[in-house]
């Protein structure tokens, strides 16, 4: 996303320009752009006119609405970002207070402003909304690092994109493959058949073109990861050789790319383990989601070893905050972003202003996790919410527990 | 071609309600008619003159008379009252008949008089069903004079008469062959009243009439002679003395209905018989309607008034009894109810067949579908009884475990080719094999690993099942994948066992690494999996000469770990000895430094094992584990073991989660085709009318009746091997596999008393029992309780129950 006009005021008041330059940067909007906030982008509206006779005639036309936003709607499979709300400019077609559903386009300005408000009852750009707008914003374009993952395991795979913020499951193959019987040969026939069609699904996910002519030769190709227990993802990689040797020399451009690890099973849920293998590491160097990984395995590290030391949950955390145990030396508060997208102001003002206190008045270090990664799904469970603290703290009692139990 | 079909689909469906209607293949009507005749033929023994009279007689009088017993009852004691007159005095009978009775005039030549046409007289009337007032008029008729006919007729309609008439000639052939079991004369007589209008009289009339279109048609007239010529014989061979149905004239003023019936009845003898009458009755009165004039003429003839005997009189009878309505059977139909009544109640079974058969094809046709079911018939067999009844040999699952590279796979192998449920040949085959590829130890092994991944890496990755009896048991092993990748596996081949071998290489290091790795997981799995009966199979002692120390040393850790993992001391055994040699198997070690051991052998510990009991008469349960091609004969089998209950051929049985329904289209249990299996029998189910799609292995298969609930979630009491907090995890409970994650902690528990210790832990720690939440993506078939295995990043974190 490249960043066109910033006018952010000091008090939080202040609108930016930016223009989406991938489908991830359509994750990025949806996590910026919250309800009540207004958004001017281009749009197409279908018009209909009445004539005097009562004839009426429809004509598209291209407008730059401005709207408030009343709800987004995302989705991450197509990276298509919807947002609804009213119209708050007039146009020579529009009235005021009609409704319309802006599509985010890429490589389309858009401009995002948020109001604090008079009496402070809007969010403004927070602390943690510039933190977001600043990931959102890829200056030098060197974020395109991304992976494509193939989880599998007998008769299954999941073929994921792993983006800077997002692991995107593109599709699942299921198969049911007959497994071994005696002097069956059906299980092979069953494995080929399944290597045949997770090859072809890969290859229509990452738009891989087979033919050798095709000027797109020259493009990168991505890292493909195999992974799987035991050894299917080995035995892919042996098929897609032989694919390449034999019919789709085309697909020998694809060999290079391709890493074989392991993982403990075909779900997705293994993908923290693929993460985490040496092979991958050495390939995708340091990105965003590699640290994040690493930091939910070290707090849950400390919390099997020292369960005092680390904690989880809403009112865990908020609590251990108050005790001072984030703070300098060692705490860490660990968030999904999933908090900050609450449609509540004051659930959101709540986690802003326990970010903020934790970053600037204990000292300690917040990491706002990608909920659509991996390690943001592991956090997902805990609650959504975790900290390590410097230094142990006593669980309170069980009252207050069965509380926020309820509350749950 | 279309037309055709409807066509015929017409015909077929008249032909069939024809058959509703008279062939009364309605059971009930058939009951009712059974009694009724009975209480017919009682009434006519009963009766002042006994009479008795045949079952056919009796039925085809109730027909007549609707069933009305009392009527029946007149009729047929007139008949036979009279019939024994007539066999008596059948000479007196003659005039007296002649005399009183007043015969009602066969209705359809009369209307083609000089007054109206047949078609002038029928215009209002319906085609059937000629109500009966009509039929009255008709008898009135006959009081018109006839003579003015004689030549009214047109030459066309004696034609057509004609044509009719030597249908008729055929038909009453046939007639008389069909009657020609009843000795009845008379009946006969019926038909020459259409042959005599042709024939006899024919040939002074119908030369008339030629005479009189001579001009015209002399070419038909020639056909008609041709005609006549054909006919002639046939009548004259039939009953030449027949004459014409002159009476009319004699009749006196039209009888009212009741009348006649009763009048009818002390001569009614033909019609009686066979019902071969109604045909004669029927294609006459049809082609006389058609072309009445054609008949009038000839009766018009004096002569034939004068020839008036008993035998017309007769006719005009039963002409009257005959209802003279085309509600009637058809001839053709009359026919079939004649032969079918002939035969007697055989032939009905077969009609309503037919008829069942025609609704079998339109139900068909409904049903028609471009899938093709398939029916399987059951056979209702009690099951339970049946397995109570059968004398089979004690049988026993039981599940090879260990650590990677143990020998298990060749320790099963060996058992297996000493028990010689493997022969020679394929050994030396896999040796030679094996050796071709440098693996020449693993030729054991491959009995079990027959995928050629696992020959080739040599390393078994999915359970393989294999069976061998000795005197007293019939086992069937389930041989275990050691490596932690294919735990999951393991955990499905454990599902399937009463006890478990767990095999340990005693050689130096690997022991002591397979207690760290997949000895303990596999031991805590199968424990966790209800597993109570173990026995450690020490293996490869001859890697290490045979030690005693070595074995004792093993003996004491292992029996300490399983002690803790909860196995009684007294479910545990040791066996010492070599897969690949074959020592302490089957047979004792030859080796002199293995002469320590005394005990029993790898076989001998085997067949200690107890009959192990299944709920047998619980809600059918089967986890499928595998779905496969079992051939051209069976496109979808599955295979995996009865968990509860029981099923036999033709179920039908429902897959959770897809909710589908299938046929069991044969059953085999162990290999061997059978009609039936209960729980705790591995079986091959050949499935019929299900798309391959709908099954999964770790489905479970049950009955509509009691179907299994799928969940999305629900509680459990693990018993942790690893920190429990909320987490992702795979569920493993047999084949299944689906990934979850434990969502909430609800306490962690006293293992003795279960009493919640702690509430809402935040972390459990391994080896403490806590109550946990698990939430699944997708719904799968759980019901409490069953034994489920928890597993993230490749390890086992949790084992327990479903509550």
Same mark, same amino acid.
């Given at each position: 996303m490249r960043l066109i006009k910033n006018t952010i005021e000091h008090n939080g008041s202040g609108a930016v320009t930016l223009c989406p330059e991938e489908p991830e940067d359509m994750w990025h909007a949806y996590n910026l752009i919250r309800p009540g906030d207004l958004l001017r982008a281009s749009a197409i509206r279908r018009v209909t006119t009445v004539q005097d006779t009562g004839s009426t005639s429809s004509a598209r036309v291209h407008l730059n609405l401005l709207i408030k936003v009343k709800s987004l709607d995302f989705d991450p499979q197509s990276s298509q970002l919807h947002v609804s709300g009213q119209i708050t400019n007039e146009t020579a077609h529009t009235k005021i207070g009609q409704f319309h559903t802006l599509d985010l386009e890429l490589n389309r300005n858009f401009t995002l402003e948020k109001d604090v408000g008079a009496d402070g009852e809007g969010v403004g750009w927070d602390s943690v909304a510039v933190e977001q707008l600043k990931d959102a914003v890829d200056e030098g374009g060197k974020r395109r690092a991304e992976a494509v993952a193939v989880v599998m395991q007998e008769g299954l795979a999941h073929i994921c994109f792993i983006g800077q913020f997002q692991t995107i499951l593109k599709q699942k193959v299921e198969m049911s493959v007959p497994r071994k019987r005696q002097g069956g040969g059906d299980h092979d026939k069953g494995m080929g058949k399944f290597f045949r069609v997770t090859l072809e699904t890969l290859l229509r996910q990452m738009d891989f073109n087979t033919s050798l002519t095709s000027g797109a030769n020259n493009e990168a190709v991505r890292p493909v990861l195999l992974a799987s227990p035991g050894f299917v993802a080995s035995g892919f990689h042996k098929y897609i050789q032989s694919e390449a040797a034999t019919t789709t020399p085309g697909l020998k451009r694809l060999l290079p790319s391709i890493v074989v690890v392991h993982s403990a099973s075909g779900y997705l849920n293994s993908l923290s383990e693929v993460l985490q293998s040496p092979a991958v590491k050495t390939l995708l160097a340091d990105t965003k989601y590699a640290r994040e990984t690493k930091l939910m395995d070290d707090f849950l590290y400390q919390l099997r070893k020292e369960t005092n030391k680390a904690t989880y949950g809403p009112r865990e955390v908020e609590s251990a905050v108050d005790q001072g145990a984030v703070g300098r030396g060692g705490g860490v508060l660990i968030m999904s972003n999933r908090l900050f997208r609450s449609q509540d102001v004051a659930?959101?003002?709540?986690?802003?202003?326990?970010?903020?206190?934790?970053?600037?008045?204990?000292?300690?270090?917040?990491?706002?996790?990608?909920?659509?990664?991996?390690?943001?799904?592991?956090?997902?469970?805990?609650?959504?919410?975790?900290?390590?603290?410097?230094?142990?703290?006593?669980e309170e009692d069980l009252d207050s527990e069965d509380d926020s139990a309820d509350a749950d | 071609m279309s037309r055709h079909r409807v066509k015929n689909v017409g015909y077929d469906d008249d032909d069939?309600?024809? #058959?509703?209607?008279?062939? %009364?293949?309605?059971?009930?009507?058939?009951?009712?008619? /059974?009694?009724?005749?009975?209480?017919?033929?009682? /009434?006519?023994?009963?009766?002042? +003159? %006994?009479?008795?009279?045949?079952?056919?007689?009796? /039925?085809e009088a109730l027909w007549h008379y609707y069933n009305d017993i009392e009527k029946t009852v007149n009729y047929l004691r007139g008949k036979k009252e009279k019939e024994l007159k007539k066999q008596s005095t059948p000479a007196v009978q003659k005039p007296k008949v002649q005399a009183g009775l007043p015969v009602p005039g066969f209705p359809a030549p009369l209307p083609a008089e000089a007054h109206f046409s047949a078609a002038d007289f029928f215009r209002d009337c319906p085609w059937l069903n000629v109500p009966a007032h009509r039929k009255t008029e008709i008898l009135v008729e006959p009081l018109y004079p006839r003579l003015g006919l004689l030549g009214g007729a047109p030459e066309s309609g004696g034609k057509m008469s004609k044509l009719a008439a030597l249908a008729a000639a055929r038909k009453k052939k046939e007639g008389e062959k069909a009657a020609a079991a009843v000795p009845e004369g008379p009946s006969t007589s019926q038909p020459a009243r259409t042959e005599g209008s042709t024939i006899k009289p024919s040939g002074t009339p119908l030369s008339l009439s030629e005479r009189l279109a001579a001009s015209k048609l002399s070419k038909a007239s020639e056909t008609n002679g041709g005609l006549r010529r054909l006919s002639k014989p046939g009548?004259?061979?039939?009953?030449?003395?027949?004459?014409? +149905?002159a009476p009319e004239t004699s009749k006196p003023p039209p009888p009212s209905l009741p009348e006649p019936t009763k009048q009818e009845e002390p001569e009614k003898e033909p019609e009686q018989q066979q019902p071969t009458s109604n045909i004669r009755a029927s294609p006459s009165t049809f082609a006389s309607v058609i072309l009445g004039n054609a008949t009038g003429p000839t009766m018009a003839e004096p002569s034939h008034l004068n020839s008036n005997n008993v035998d017309l009189l007769q006719i005009y009878g039963q002409d009257h009894a005959e209802p003279f309505d085309f509600a009637a059977p058809s001839p053709d139909d009359v026919v079939m109810n004649a032969q079918s009544t002939a035969k007697g109640f055989k032939s009905k079974p077969a009609a309503s067949k037919a008829a069942k058969g025609q609704a079998d094809l339109a139900g068909g046709m409904k049903d028609l579908s471009v899938e093709e079911k398939v029916t399987v018939k059951s056979k209702n067999l009690d099951v339970l009884a049946e397995y109570n009844k059968s004398t089979r040999k004690k049988s026993a699952n039981f599940v090879v475990i260990g650590h990677v590279d143990a020998g298990k796979s060749t320790l099963m192998g060996r058992l297996l080719a000493d028990q010689g449920a493997i022969d020679q040949r394929t050994l030396d085959k896999y040796r030679k094999e094996a050796e071709k590829i440098g693996k020449g130890s693993f030729a054991l092994a491959w009995v079990m690993d027959q995928g050629s991944e696992e020959r080739a890496r040599g390393v078994t990755i999915d359970i393989a099942t294999n069976k061998f009896e000795t005197e007293t048991t019939a086992f069937t092993i389930v041989d275990a994948p050691g490596h932690r990748d294919f735990v999951p596996n393991m955990i499905a081949g454990a599902s399937q066992a009463d006890f478990a071998v767990l095999v340990v290489d005693s050689s130096v290091g690997k022991f002591e690494s397979g207690l760290k790795?997949?000895?303990?997981? !596999?031991?805590?799995l199968v424990r966790s999996m209800g597993v109570q009966k173990i026995i450690v199979a020490v293996n490869k002692m001859d890697t290490v000469q045979w030690n005693t120390e070595r074995f004792q040393e093993i003996e004491q850790q292992i029996s300490a770990f399983l002690t803790t993992a909860g196995f009684q001391p007294k479910n545990i055994s040791f066996v010492p000895c070599s897969g690949v040699l074959g020592d302490n198997i089957t047979r004792r070690s030859a080796d002199p430094k293995s002469s320590w051991y005394t005990g029993r052998t790898l076989l001998e510990e085997l067949e200690t094992s107890e009959p192990y009991t299944h709920a047998l008469d619980k809600p059918l349960r089967m986890t499928i584990g595998d779905v496969f091609r079992g051939g051209v004969q069976n496109p979808i089998s599955i295979s995996g073991r009865l968990d509860a209950g029981s099923l036999q051929m033709g179920d039908q049985i429902l897959t959770m989660p897809s909710g589908e329904t299938a046929l069991i289209r044969s059953v085999e249990v162990d290999g061997e085709p059978s009609d039936w299996a209960v729980a705790g /029998?591995?079986?091959?189910?050949?499935?019929?009318?299900?798309?391959?799609? !709908?099954?999964?292995?770790?489905?479970?298969?049950?009955?509509?009746?009691?179907?299994?609930?799928?969940?999305? %979630?629900?509680?459990?009491?693990?018993?942790?091997?690893?920190?429990?907090?909320?987490?992702?995890?795979?569920? !493993?409970?047999?084949?299944? !596999?689906?990934?979850?994650?434990?969502?909430?902690?609800?306490?962690?528990? #006293?293992?003795?008393?279960?009493?919640?210790?702690?509430?809402?832990?935040?972390?459990?720690?391994p080896g403490t029992v806590a109550r946990v939440v698990v939430e699944i993506d997708q719904a799968v078939p759980l019901e409490a309780p069953t034994r489920i295995v928890l597993r993230a990043g490749g390890t086992t974190v949790a084992a327990g129950l479903l509550e």
């Open positions: 659930e959101r003002k709540r986690w802003v202003s326990l970010v903020d206190r934790v970053r600037d008045v204990e000292g300690g270090e917040v990491r706002v996790l990608s909920s659509d990664h991996e390690s943001g799904k592991r956090l997902e469970g805990l609650g959504g919410i975790a900290a390590l603290l410097t230094f142990p703290v006593v | 069939f309600e024809d #058959d509703d209607g008279y062939d %009364s293949p309605d059971p009930e009507e058939q009951e009712f008619l /059974q009694q009724c005749t009975a209480a017919v033929l009682g /009434q006519l023994r009963a009766g002042q +003159p %006994s009479v008795t009279a045949t079952t056919e007689e009796v /039925q009548a004259s061979a039939s009953l030449p003395a027949r004459q014409q +149905p790795g997949q000895t303990k997981e !596999h031991a805590l /029998q591995n079986v091959v189910l050949n499935l019929a009318n299900i798309d391959p799609i !709908h099954l999964r292995s770790g489905d479970v298969v049950c009955r509509a009746s009691a179907p299994i609930k799928t969940v999305t %979630s629900f509680t459990a009491k693990v018993l942790a091997f690893e920190h429990l907090m909320p987490m992702q995890v795979d569920v !493993h409970r047999g084949r299944l !596999h689906v990934p979850g994650r434990i969502s909430k902690l609800v306490a962690s528990l #006293d293992k003795t008393s279960g009493l919640a210790l702690k509430k809402r832990p935040k972390i459990v720690a």
